[in-house]
């Protein structure tokens, strides 16, 4: 099983969380992981990541993390059809 965060990703976030600005770059343009918005957001999606692998921790104490990505340059041909981790918080979890 695949798990995404329910947030959006580093080079989609359009600035809809107060005191995150946006890191979406302009269309044609690369996303500056070095701007301090970007290494905010990325700061936010990393507690984000740590509270989601706490809860697993808690409530499915089986569960193993076997890898972690913080950053997905393509998904192919469109990201699968999202099931959500019942009480999971900030997860979604992704299948194909």
Same mark, same amino acid.
């Given at each position: 099983?695949?798990?995404? *965060? ?8 359009? !600035?809809?969380?107060? !005191? ?21 957001? /990325? ?8 509270? *989601?692998?706490?809860? *697993? ?20 041909? /469109? ?7 019942? !009480?999971?918080? /900030? /997860? ?5």
């Amino acid at each position: 099983m695949i798990v995404e *965060l329910r947030d959006l990703p580093l080079a989609r976030y359009d !600035g809809r969380i107060p !005191g995150y600005p946006t890191t979406r770059p302009e269309r044609g343009e690369r996303i500056d992981l070095q701007a301090p918005a970007a290494q905010a957001y /990325g700061r936010y999606l990393a507690e984000q990541r740590e509270g *989601l692998k706490g809860w *697993l921790r808690r409530n499915a104490p089986n569960a193993q993390v076997v890898r972690e990505f913080e950053i997905v340059a393509h998904w192919g041909e /469109g990201p699968p059809r999202p099931l959500v981790v019942a !009480g999971g918080p /900030g /997860g979604e979890a992704i299948s194909r």
